[in-house]
């Protein structure tokens, strides 16, 4: 350690309820990181036709699927549960057809009033409204993906919440102790660059979908970064032992140094 370094104070010389109330935390984001993984994974699974989650799913989410309307990708996608096989086959077949509006009235009307109204009744604005044809007309044309509007609605919510996310838990993880110690600068720097690098993946997929690999790639990157840190300081916080000479020194750990400490940070 130089002169020059900073220090940051390790998990184990922190006070108890300091550490509590990082734990609980770390709890929390925890969970609710699984939630959104589950999210995403019911979100997209299933829109190429087939189980679990493939660039193909990607691909169709963000630029839309060829020959297809959002209502048939939809129903062969994420929605393909809610109804039973044969009312899902009489509206796949009408918005395969001509899709009119005679059509819906006769065949698909009542099945949408009974199963799909429930949700689709027009009070939530980012789903297709089923109570009037109006509505219904909108998800019988091209499937064009998300739309432009959707795109920057998700992504401005994204930049604020994951930012805020990775503050926590990279604020919590600063009280590692880490060797080498540009392995903990990557780790706490990567996340934030995936945030970038993933929003821009969308829209890069949305025009261009061979940039679906993209999507998966930083994703892994920002999912691991958060479960290595998480991990790390939840263990070094209740279960492991400090070098005899840092705990001697009170605790305390390097956090950024000269080259003898750190090649890059």
């Known amino acids: 350690m130089t002169a020059k ?9 922190l006070p108890l309820s300091q550490r509590m109330v990082y734990t609980m935390a770390l709890l929390t984001l925890g969970v609710g990181y699984l939630f959104a993984m589950i999210q995403v994974f019911e979100t997209h699974t299933g829109l190429d036709g087939k189980s679990g989650l493939t660039v193909a799913d990607l691909r169709i989410a963000y630029s839309g699927k060829q020959g297809s309307t959002r209502l048939q990708t939809a129903l062969m996608g994420p929605m393909q549960s809610m109804l039973p096989a044969d009312e899902r086959q009489v ?3 009408w918005a395969a057809g001509d899709a009119s509006k005679e059509g819906w009235e006769q065949k698909v009307k009542p ?7 429930a949700c689709h009744n027009g009070s939530d604005p980012h789903r ?23 795109l920057v609605r ?17 604020s919590v993880f600063i ?6 110690l540009w392995v903990k600068c990557a780790l706490i720097v990567l996340p934030f660059l995936g945030i970038i690098f993933d929003i821009t993946s969308w829209y890069l997929t949305k025009f261009w979908p061979g940039f679906a690999w993209m999507v998966i790639i930083v994703g892994a990157v920002m999912g691991i970064s958060f479960a290595t840190q998480w991990l790390v300081s939840i263990y070094q ?16 750990v390097p956090t ?5 400490d750190c090649d890059v940070c």
């Not at 409204?129 to 509007?149: C, E, I, L, R, Y």
């Not at 930049?159 to 990279?170: H, M, N, P, R």
């Not at 916080?237 to 305390?252: N, Q, R, V």
Request: proline content about 5%; aromatic content about 14%; hydrophobic content about 45%.
């Open 154 to 170: 998700v992504s401005h919510i994204h930049l604020f919440g994951l930012t805020f996310i990775f503050f926590i838990v990279s």
């Open 256 to 260: 950024m140094g000269g080259p003898s």
């Open 91 to 93: 509206i796949l077949s």
């Open 111 to 117: 099945i949408m009033d009974s199963r799909c109204i």
């Open 128 to 150: 297709p409204n089923f109570t009037s044809w109006d509505g219904v007309s909108q998800v019988v044309t091209k499937d064009t993906g998300m739309s432009m509007a959707t």
């Open 5 to 13: 370094s900073t220090y940051a104070i390790h998990f184990s010389h």
């Open 175 to 180: 009280h590692a102790y880490i060797r080498p």
């Open 237 to 252: 916080m209740w279960f492991y032992k400090l070098p005899a000479e840092l705990a001697a020194s009170g605790g305390i």
